[in-house]
């Protein structure tokens, strides 16, 4: 794991994605992330209105994303690096089986895709939906407990993405505004253990059979 990274995340969680580059938040509501020890990985700004207009409005500019294989490539790097920023989340990430492309369903609509993934899902299987997505536009929203890791995948895959990959942290409300901002011309995908929370719009595509949940490290409860 990069030190520096480390050192420097409490300041690099309070930034956004869009546009292909880190930007700060149009909003200011706070919340704090942990690691599994309970010590402080620092605190998200979760993602209101103005900040989703915002990313989908850069969407309408991006550029075409580098090649899928070389965004493979990238992910398979991160492997020992995200394995272990995920224990300290408290999870422990066992090998995902692979995931080749065609594994993420055709989705409804033609407009951007609303990615909602859940703690327990690992980075390295959610970077596969990202890749297979990004042609389309994707505003991803992780669980806050998982900021941290889902910060370092989008440093990452985030640049070879020409701006049609974005990062959105926030908690269930972030998640309900970024629903009702893609109604009707997006998709919305929440991978999870659990369904998706009833009156959540537009339909949602659930991945749940495609991904495998993780376990928890010790210690975690």
């Known amino acids: 794991m990069d030190a520096l990274f480390i050192a420097e995340l409490n300041e690099r969680l309070f ?3 869009t546009g292909g580059h880190w930007r700060v938040p149009l909003s200011g509501r706070h919340l704090p992330v942990h690691r599994a020890s309970g010590a402080r990985f620092g605190q998200i700004i ?3 209105p103005p900040d989703v207009a ?6 309408t ?3 075409t994303p580098a090649g899928a294989e070389a ?3 990238t992910l398979d790097a991160l492997a020992t690096s995200l ?5 300290d989340e408290g999870f422990d990430d066992t090998a995902p089986p692979p995931m080749p492309t065609g594994a993420v369903p055709a989705l409804p609509g033609t407009g951007p895709v609303v990615l909602m993934t859940a703690a327990q899902v690992s980075p390295r299987q ?3 939906v990202l890749i297979g997505c990004a ?7 992780p669980a806050p407990r998982a900021a941290a890791s889902a910060h370092l995948l989008m440093r990452h895959l985030g640049p070879m993405a020409a701006g049609r990959l974005a990062l959105l942290q926030g908690d269930h409300a972030t998640g309900g505004t970024l629903g009702g901002a893609v109604a009707g011309a997006g998709a919305l995908v929440w991978i999870s253990p659990a369904p998706p929370p009833d009156g959540l719009q537009p339909p949602v595509a659930w991945l749940t059979q495609a991904l495998r949940p993780v376990a928890r490290s010790p210690g975690r409860p």
């Open 15 to 17: 930034t956004h994605f």
């Open 46 to 48: 979760c993602a209101e």
């Open 54 to 59: 915002r990313a989908l409005d850069d969407l």
């Open 61 to 63: 500019r991006a550029g």
């Open 71 to 73: 965004m493979y490539q």
């Open 83 to 87: 394995d272990s920023l995920r224990r």
């Open 126 to 128: 959610i970077g596969r």
């Open 135 to 141: 042609g389309r536009g994707v505003i991803w929203k």
